[in-house]
């Protein structure tokens, strides 16, 4: 029998190592310290694994970050998606008076007299 550091497999195949050499849940717990518990390695061997930062740690998990959820996206991001180029608008006029029927006479005549193209 070897011990979780000279296995080089996913925690839950070490467990179902151990659970293989007839070793009880509460044996293999304490072999992770006394933070993890027998009902946590029953959960790990069904696949469900802690949240807890204490008994990730004792079992080698990787830690886990709460992330807040893009309010544009609604998914997490692990970059920050405001930096994103956003494609300019091409420029459009703006004109108060969209018809010529709209312009009042004197603007229109001005703009007649002065060949301001429309
Ligand atoms: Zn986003």
């Known amino acids: 029998m070897f011990n979780r550091s ?33 009902a946590d390695i029953q959960r790990v061997l069904k696949g469900i694994y802690p949240v807890d930062p204490d008994k990730r740690i004792a079992l080698g998990l990787p830690a886990q970050v709460p992330v807040d959820v893009c309010p544009e996206h609604g998914i997490p991001h692990c970059y920050d998606c405001s930096k ?24 229109l005549r001005a703009a007649i007299e002065n060949r301001e193209e429309l």
Do not use: C, M
């Not at 080089?8 to 310290?33: C, N, P, T, V």
């Not at 994103?84 to 603007?107: F, G, I, M, Q």
């Open 6 to 38: 000279q296995y080089s497999g996913s925690l839950r195949d070490y467990l179902l190592e151990q659970r293989r050499y007839k070793r009880s849940l509460r044996d293999i717990a304490g072999d992770f310290g006394r933070s993890v518990t027998h």
């Open 84 to 107: 994103e180029v956003v494609k300019p608008k091409p420029k459009t006029r703006n004109r108060a008076y969209k018809s010529l029927y709209d312009w009042p006479v004197h603007l």
